[in-house]
């Protein structure tokens, strides 16, 4: 059974950092590419970053550019989202997602795990 587990949200003031991690288990992890989403309240749920199964290969969405880092420790299973700068607008549910394969998506139904999400609420 696989199974994604994010952890690490919460509640900070504009300007602060977050960092988010996911756990895996039940799947080949590095045959998988790994994907961070978040979806704010009444909106649909958008892509935030992706890394790639074997090269690492990292796409930011452009509002996160610059502040957001995704990384991946194949030994352990897991992906990281570290946040920095965050402004009041990040705030949502983050979602992890796995993928099978190694090129870059972007979309939602691109992706064949998801994990149940973590609250990040961002205030001003």
């Known amino acids: 059974q696989v199974q994604l587990v994010e952890s690490g949200g919460g509640l900070v003031q504009a300007g602060g950092s977050l960092r988010l991690s996911c756990a895996t288990s039940?799947?080949?992890?590095?045959?998988?590419?790994m994907g961070w989403f978040r979806q704010a309240p009444g909106k649909e749920r958008e892509f935030v970053a992706t890394?790639?199964?074997?090269?690492?290969?990292?796409y930011y969405a452009d509002s996160v550019k610059g502040r957001f880092t995704i990384s991946r420790d194949n030994a352990k299973n897991t992906v990281t989202l570290q946040m920095n700068s965050l402004k009041p607008e990040d705030t949502a549910v983050y979602y992890c997602?796995?993928?099978?394969?190694?090129?870059?998506?972007?979309?939602?139904?691109?992706?064949?795990?998801w994990g149940q999400g973590t609250q990040v609420t961002v205030s001003s």
């Open positions: 997602a796995a993928r099978w394969g190694d090129s870059v998506r972007t979309s939602v139904g691109y992706y064949n795990y």
């Open positions: 039940g799947l080949t992890f590095t045959r998988y590419s």
């Open positions: 890394i790639s199964e074997i090269a690492g290969r990292t």
